[in-house]
């Protein structure tokens, strides 16, 4: 009998008066596995994060943790009895508990001696075994973060939710706690559910990467092809700087104003209009006074110099160069695509309402495998 999935949403469904804030969906989560649900603000996906952890009740579908039902179909299991444990951005410690404390708090149904295994254990997960009798107040942001990780930890949950949990960290420190906390994760095996509305955090830290907006998951996969060959124009904006040229099928070749690329193979014998996207690293840059470009904006971005182009069409491109590399306005140049994988191509702006793809059988979104490991 094979072993039941971490999570599994079925039709799941909330409604806040007449807007839907989770539409009907079906989502699922392997064992070991981490899914990034990223989306704008409003698009559901707290409210998502709130249905798993049985602090909001569906109008619609059913929630299966670790196969067992925990909403839906007659049947509810309160936050507590549902084997989850949440990691919120505000860390949400006890005050007036110690480290230890904290962490022991939600280690029920064990013996005094096996507690406190349990949580020197945990401590130790994190070095932070000599802080064990402080209060939070005397912890630095990402210490809390980590204690708060831990208590979370330290019950060996089923699954475990975080809801953007480092918004509230310096940018640096941001970067090492979220490496800290994936190596948590994968040392221990626990599967997660991770929200957060940065894109580049969500394309580090997922498996699997769920874009949503307005309720609905507009494209589900792993990060190379969600970030690389997205389902819509909103996913490819969303998800990273994006440009737009229309692109013209001959045989196997897309022909646009800054060059040719090899199509891929659904596109070919295509006949309604096309566009490829185009990341700013994919836009190659060369000196020539006989360039059909002309350098129109410059942004300095430290290590690089985002440059924007103006092609003979008056259509725009943005190049990402190494700071080495800096163009004056104004100067003339060759604009050039270089991809390193095949173009994504989506329908040109006259095929439909700009920004959507057609719904497909999958609920109106793409999904792609799970990436192993």
Not at 46 to 63: F, K, M, Q
Not at 261 to 274: W, Y
Request: glycine share 10%.
């Amino acid at each position: 009998m094979s072993q039941p999935r971490a999570l599994e949403l079925d039709g799941v469904r909330k409604d806040y008066g007449t807007v839907p804030a989770v539409a009907t969906l079906d989502l699922h989560l392997d064992e070991g596995e981490v899914l990034a649900l990223v989306g704008p603000s409003g698009c559901g996906k707290s409210t998502l994060l709130r249905l798993i952890a049985g602090l909001e009740e569906p109008d619609a579908g059913t929630v299966r943790i670790a196969g067992r039902p925990v909403a839906g179909d007659g049947v509810w299991r309160a936050p507590e009895r549902r084997d989850v444990g949440i990691v919120f951005q505000d860390h949400a410690l006890f005050p007036h508990l110690t480290v230890a404390e904290n962490v022991a708090f939600g280690l029920t149904g064990l013996s005094g001696g096996r507690r406190r295994e349990r949580v020197a254990e945990a401590l130790a997960m994190i070095a932070m075994e000599r802080l064990a009798d402080r209060y939070p107040h005397e912890l630095s942001g990402g210490e809390q973060q980590r204690v708060a990780l831990t208590r979370a930890l330290a019950p060996r949950p089923e699954l475990l939710l975080l809801d953007e949990p480092f918004s509230n960290l310096d940018r640096h420190l941001r970067t090492q706690i979220r490496a800290d906390t994936m190596e948590l994760l994968r040392k221990t095996g626990t599967p997660a559910v991770f929200v957060t509305h940065d894109q580049a955090e969500a394309l580090a830290v997922g498996d699997r990467v769920a874009v949503m907006r307005a309720g609905r998951i507009e494209q589900l996969g792993a990060p190379e092809p969600v970030f690389h060959t997205p389902a819509n124009r909103f996913v490819a904006t969303f998800m990273g700087d994006a440009d737009f040229l229309p692109a013209e099928l001959t045989g196997d070749t897309l022909v646009t104003e800054a060059g040719s690329v090899r199509a891929p193979d659904d596109v070919v014998g295509r006949v309604d209009p096309l566009e490829v996207m185009v990341r700013p690293h994919e836009v190659v840059l060369r000196p020539g006074e006989n360039g059909t470009a002309r350098v129109v904006g410059t942004e300095f971005q430290g290590g690089f110099i985002l440059h924007t182009v103006m092609l003979h069409s008056g259509r725009r491109l943005r190049s990402l160069q190494p700071h080495t590399t800096h163009y004056p306005i104004g100067t003339r140049l060759h604009a050039e695509l270089s991809y390193g994988h095949p173009p994504a191509v989506l329908p040109g702006q006259d095929a439909g309402r700009a920004g959507d793809a057609a719904p497909d059988a999958t609920n109106g979104y793409r999904t792609e495998p799970a990436r192993q490991g």
